[in-house]
């Protein structure tokens, strides 16, 4: 107050007692707060930087939920992918019994050739020095692929390329049948005729001559130098043999049925990887970090199985190794699929380990910048509080000589 006068000695010391206030003011708020810079007046260039490592780590920390919703999509799909292995595994197993059955067929399709040409001078194998010499045998499947055959000659192994191949013997032919594909076994049955009998494996499949479009599961016979003929064109199948294959095909389309539901149920958050839907992460607070999981599609048809028609398909060995390889072939992409699932799970776990490892870093950061050290701030108010003690003292000291002064007056 303007109105009082005070000597210099009690202003000196009202000076301290003001500053020392000042001071604990500030050491008390430090303790309370636990930080050293409350707002940008303490100190700005602190403030404002820690400000931005809190921001930046509160921008990262909200992406680890998405991140962690990723893993659990990923977690799904892994799921989805080890229930249909399981399944086509048992789908597997049901072809194996179709295998171990009897054969379907009492009677199988047979076709006769008999030669025309003109005996070799010097036989070299059981078909030379008869008619069958010079023969040319074609055997044609349903798509159109054709084995060439000649009987005579030097001697040449069932060419895969060229499809072609020269026997001398009937060892030789019946080798190359085998090499060919073809599921047939030829017998002499007379000096200048050949019969050729459907394999056990291909029991099913039926014998033409001269066809021009040849049936599914069928084997078009034709031949120069000679005539082909068909006695048995269709085999005769076995009623309980064929009941037997035909109740392993309801189970195995039941098996099919339920690796389409799978698929469809192996989803998280809306997201499914095994229908093709696409997962697209984000790990860092300005979008550039990224990586996009592209989804597959697993249901029976992405995998390349479908449902069995009774009648068409179990009807032999053929036919179920036919279904067999498709089943090894779903099998082995699957595997490959979860490798690929696995090793993007493994880069998602790693980065949000990170992540969680950098908003860590970017915390203590700020806080380093900003948090007082309690110790030295509560040894800072006990040296004040003293200070504050011996500043009242001497100002009463101060004062000593107006209190005689008043002495005098009384």
């Given at each position: 107050?303007s109105?009082?006068?005070?000597?210099?000695?009690?202003?000196?010391?009202?000076?301290?007692?003001?500053?020392?206030?000042?001071?604990?003011?500030?050491?008390?708020?430090?303790?309370?707060?636990g930080?050293?810079?409350?707002?940008?007046?303490?100190?700005?260039?602190?403030?404002?930087?820690?400000?931005g490592?809190?921001?930046?780590?509160?921008?990262?920390?909200?992406?680890?939920?998405?991140?962690?919703?990723?893993?659990?999509?990923l977690?799904?799909?892994?799921?989805?992918?080890?229930?249909i292995?399981?399944?086509?595994?048992?789908?597997?197993?049901?072809?194996?019994?179709?295998?171990?059955?009897?054969?379907?067929?009492?009677?199988k399709?047979?076709?006769?050739?008999?030669?025309?040409?003109?005996?070799?001078?010097?036989?070299?194998?059981?078909?030379?020095?008869?008619?069958?010499?010079?023969?040319?045998?074609?055997?044609?499947?349903?798509?159109?692929?054709?084995?060439?055959?000649?009987?005579?000659?030097?001697?040449?192994?069932?060419?895969a390329?060229?499809?072609?191949?020269v026997?001398?013997?009937?060892?030789?032919?019946?080798?190359?049948?085998?090499?060919?594909?073809?599921?047939l076994?030829?017998?002499?049955?007379?000096?200048?005729?050949?019969?050729?009998?459907?394999?056990?494996?291909?029991?099913?499949?039926?014998?033409?001559?001269?066809?021009?479009?040849v049936?599914?599961?069928?084997?078009?016979?034709?031949?120069?130098?000679?005539?082909?003929?068909?006695?048995?064109?269709?085999?005769?199948?076995?009623?309980?043999?064929?009941?037997?294959?035909?109740?392993?095909?309801?189970?195995?389309?039941?098996?099919?049925?339920?690796?389409?539901?799978?698929?469809?149920?192996?989803?998280f958050?809306?997201?499914?990887?095994?229908?093709?839907?696409?997962?697209?992460?984000?790990?860092?607070?300005?979008?550039?970090?990224?990586?996009?999981?592209q989804?597959?599609?697993?249901?029976?048809?992405?995998?390349?199985?479908?449902?069995?028609?009774?009648?068409?398909?179990?009807?032999?060995?053929?036919?179920?190794?036919?279904?067999?390889?498709?089943?090894?072939?779903?099998?082995?992409?699957?595997?490959?699929?979860?490798?690929?699932?696995?090793?993007?799970?493994?880069?998602?776990?790693?980065?949000?380990?990170?992540?969680?490892?950098?908003?860590?870093?970017?915390?203590?950061?700020?806080?380093?910048?900003?948090?007082?050290?309690?110790?030295?701030?509560?040894?800072?108010?006990?040296?004040?509080?003293?200070r504050?003690?011996?500043?009242?003292?001497?100002?009463?000291?101060?004062?000593?000589?107006?209190?005689?002064?008043?002495?005098l007056?009384?």
């Amino acid at each position: 107050m303007s109105g009082i006068v005070l000597s210099a000695s009690v202003r000196q010391n009202l000076l301290s007692l003001q500053s020392t206030a000042d001071l604990l003011s500030v050491t008390q708020n430090r303790l309370a707060t636990g930080n050293k810079v409350n707002s940008a007046l303490d100190n700005p260039t602190n403030f404002f930087t820690a400000q931005g490592l809190n921001n930046r780590s509160s921008d990262i920390n909200n992406l680890l939920d998405s991140i962690g919703n990723g893993v659990q999509v990923l977690q799904a799909a892994n799921q989805g992918i080890t229930s249909i292995q399981k399944l086509v595994d048992t789908a597997k197993s049901i072809a194996n019994q179709a295998l171990q059955a009897p054969s379907g067929y009492t009677t199988k399709a047979a076709g006769t050739f008999t030669g025309s040409g003109t005996a070799a001078t010097t036989p070299v194998g059981d078909l030379d020095g008869t008619k069958l010499n010079g023969s040319v045998l074609t055997f044609k499947n349903a798509d159109g692929t054709a084995a060439t055959i000649t009987i005579g000659g030097t001697a040449a192994a069932f060419d895969a390329t060229a499809k072609t191949a020269v026997v001398n013997t009937l060892d030789e032919l019946n080798k190359a049948l085998s090499a060919a594909g073809v599921g047939l076994t030829a017998s002499k049955s007379g000096a200048d005729e050949l019969t050729f009998t459907s394999t056990n494996d291909s029991a099913s499949q039926a014998l033409s001559t001269g066809a021009s479009t040849v049936a599914a599961n069928s084997i078009d016979i034709t031949g120069s130098g000679g005539t082909a003929a068909i006695t048995t064109a269709s085999p005769t199948a076995d009623t309980n043999s064929q009941n037997t294959r035909a109740g392993l095909i309801s189970q195995y389309n039941a098996v099919i049925d339920q690796i389409k539901t799978t698929a469809q149920d192996s989803s998280f958050n809306g997201i499914n990887l095994l229908n093709g839907d696409q997962l697209k992460l984000v790990f860092n607070e300005t979008g550039k970090s990224t990586l996009t999981i592209q989804g597959v599609t697993f249901d029976p048809a992405g995998l390349g199985l479908s449902s069995l028609t009774k009648g068409t398909d179990f009807l032999d060995n053929a036919s179920t190794n036919a279904v067999l390889d498709k089943l090894n072939n779903a099998a082995s992409t699957l595997r490959s699929q979860a490798s690929t699932f696995g090793s993007n799970l493994s880069i998602v776990q790693i980065r949000q380990d990170f992540n969680k490892n950098l908003i860590n870093v970017l915390q203590t950061g700020a806080s380093n910048l900003t948090l007082a050290d309690t110790n030295e701030e509560a040894a800072n108010s006990q040296a004040l509080s003293t200070r504050q003690s011996i500043a009242v003292s001497a100002l009463a000291l101060a004062n000593q000589s107006q209190q005689s002064v008043l002495q005098l007056l009384r």
